[in-house]
């Protein structure tokens, strides 16, 4: 079933409508949708690499917008809405461990799941849930998934068609890494200053 809805995402790619398409994937993947707008985003930025930061772009906003509906979800409907689509992911035993992580690290949590292959629209419901900060969340949601969806279209405005291979195979590797870099980053700087 997801190949089918995979292979139905892309072929959005081949229309008129593919950055409308790009926009409400973004959107929706943030709060309830199951195929990250990473899919599309480099089919068409393949395709025009001229174009590939309008795509990134594109696919940031729709995704910021859609975080906020998942927080809206949290906040408001957890019960009648939120708790069904955790349910779909077989995700219901993290929600205690994702309020931990927003207890302990607050928007390196929401930062982290944007940017990285953790599921984000979890993160999204689960903010709303446990009611973070919604600054604090919208300024991290901003940057972490603006920094994934432009990571991509820079390296594939940078290399062209030929990176599409290695992105679709190691990003979720160079994601992991870079979170990673970054937590020790600010830790290095926390306990060495």
């Known amino acids: 079933m997801l190949r089918r809805l995979y292979d139905w995402v892309l072929q959005w790619s081949r229309t008129p409508y593919s950055l409308w398409a790009l926009f409400l994937l973004a959107f929706a993947e943030s709060s309830f949708f199951p195929i990250p707008p990473d899919a599309l985003l480099i089919v068409m930025a393949v395709a025009l690499p001229a174009r590939s930061f309008v795509y990134a772009l594109v696919c940031s906003l729709g995704s910021l917008l859609g975080g906020c509906l998942g927080y809206l979800i949290g906040w ?34 929401v930062a982290i799941a944007g940017f990285t292959p953790i599921p984000y629209k979890v993160f999204t419901l689960t903010a709303g849930m446990f009611r973070i ?16 969806f432009f990571l991509v279209a820079g390296l594939i405005y940078r290399f ?28 290095a700087v926390k306990f060495v200053f």
Do not use: C
């Not at 919604?134 to 972490?144: I, K, Q, Y």
């Not at 062209?160 to 830790?187: C, D, H, K, W």
């Open 76 to 109: 408001k409907f957890m019960t009648l809405v939120g708790v069904k689509i955790v349910a779909f992911y077989g995700l219901e035993d993290k929600v205690a461990l994702i309020g931990d992580l927003y207890r302990q690290y607050d928007a390196w949590a």
């Open 133 to 148: 900060d919604f600054g604090v969340f919208f300024v991290a949601s901003l940057f972490s998934r603006s920094a994934r």
């Open 160 to 187: 062209g068609p030929s990176i599409q291979g290695f992105i679709e195979r190691y990003f979720n590797v160079m994601a992991l890494a870079l979170a990673i870099l970054v937590v020790v980053g600010f830790l």
